[in-house]
């Protein structure tokens, strides 16, 4: 082996060693989703709740206050084997059915899966139910053993909410000394980096979403709009996962078979393993400023360093490959052991025995 040869073979193992490994820890999650109008929530419901050994789902929040919300995230839920992890709601509740009066394409998922998937804590019809959305956060923050990952992929309102809050049966603690000493990162999606104009900064309540963003004290992360629209995902699902399964269900219903932008999916993921091989920062410092019209701007302050946006490390369609895949393989995780044990044999060429 020519010396420069040695050299170069003594930096790939150098750089191999150094990168990042995906984390195998438990990590616990509150995730706090818009489940209604787009169908990228409940399939970062899905990676959430089937992830194998990353993720401990301490609860889940709905911002958005239908009935049909609460009822399918409760639904989603049992069908991935977690029918005890609570849900919170906003109030009051509607009857709220999503209409696409925009485009006419797409379709309403949230009752239908709340309906053929009936299960959980939030049973077809009790929805009433569920949990206030800022006790929930304060109950489960409170009884938590470590830090815990909160993930936005909606409205801010609950989390505006608990930063309002004030000691209770819960805790003694007030809302951002509950964050201070339980909340070691709050991932959202939201804004459009380094500057623009998203819809889950304005599309509730944006005097909210700037109070959450401009006055948590924590560790954040940024998703933006840039990050997820261009890759597409859904289609393998639909195409190859199991005929039962909640989510295959929900985006046939909603996309009527076509992929959908991942926005809420590469944010979970994220949530869930770090920077990892697919993601990097797209700053060293600074902040993100959101306005009460719900447009943000990030601030480039050098003395702000735990605020940062997302970027690729990988090209969009590698991306897309592997939320298809995580997709196809959390729905066929809870089917039966044997499907998975004939897809492992399949891809691994592992003869019968
Ligand atoms: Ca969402």
Redo the contacts with the bound molecule.
């Keep these: 082996m020519a010396p420069h040869s040695i050299m170069h073979h003594l930096l790939t193992l150098l750089t191999l060693t150094l990168l990042p490994r995906p984390t195998t820890s438990h990590k616990n999650l509150i995730i706090d ?6 169908v ?2 409940a399939g ?1 419901l899905m990676l959430a709740a089937t992830s194998p050994t990353t993720s401990h789902l301490l609860a889940v929040n709905v911002n958005y206050p239908s009935r049909y919300s609460a009822l399918a995230a409760s639904a989603i839920l049992a069908h991935y084997g977690h029918p005890s992890t609570p849900v919170g709601v906003a109030r009051p509740l509607t009857d709220a059915t999503f209409f696409d009066a925009w485009s006419f394409a797409l379709g309403e998922y949230a009752s239908k899966v709340a309906f053929h998937f009936s299960g959980g804590t939030l049973p077809w019809g009790r929805a009433e139910d569920a949990w206030d959305p800022v006790g929930l956060y304060r109950r489960v923050l409170a009884g938590a053993e470590g830090g815990v990952t909160v993930v936005s ?2 409205f801010l309102e609950n989390l505006s909410g608990l930063l309002n809050s004030t000691a209770d049966e819960h805790s003694s603690l007030s809302g951002p000394e509950l964050i201070a000493a339980k909340v070691s990162e709050l991932v959202i ?1 939201g804004g459009e980096y380094p500057s623009g104009y998203e819809y ?1 900064f304005w599309g509730s309540n944006a005097s909210l979403a700037a109070h959450v963003v401009n006055n948590w004290k924590g560790r954040i992360v940024f998703s933006g709009y840039e990050l997820g629209l261009d890759v597409m995902s859904g289609a393998r699902l639909m195409a190859e996962g199991p005929p039962g399964d909640p989510i295959r269900a929900a985006y046939t219903y909603y996309t009527y078979n076509t992929s959908r932008p991942s ?2 999916l590469l944010t979970v993921l994220y949530a869930m393993h770090g920077l990892g091989d697919m993601f990097e920062y797209g700053n060293t410092f600074g902040y993100n400023r959101v306005a009460t019209d719900g447009s943000n701007e990030w601030v480039d302050d050098d003395s702000v360093r735990n605020q940062h946006w997302l970027r690729l490390k990988v090209t969009k369609d590698e991306a897309s490959a592997e939320l298809d895949r995580r997709l196809l393989e959390g729905a066929w995780s809870v089917v039966n052991k044997t499907a998975s044990i004939e897809q492992d044999r399949a891809s691994s060429q592992i003869p019968d025995l």
């Design positions: 989703t818009d489940l209604f109008s787009d990228d929530d970062a992929i909606g999606m889950n926005w809420d």
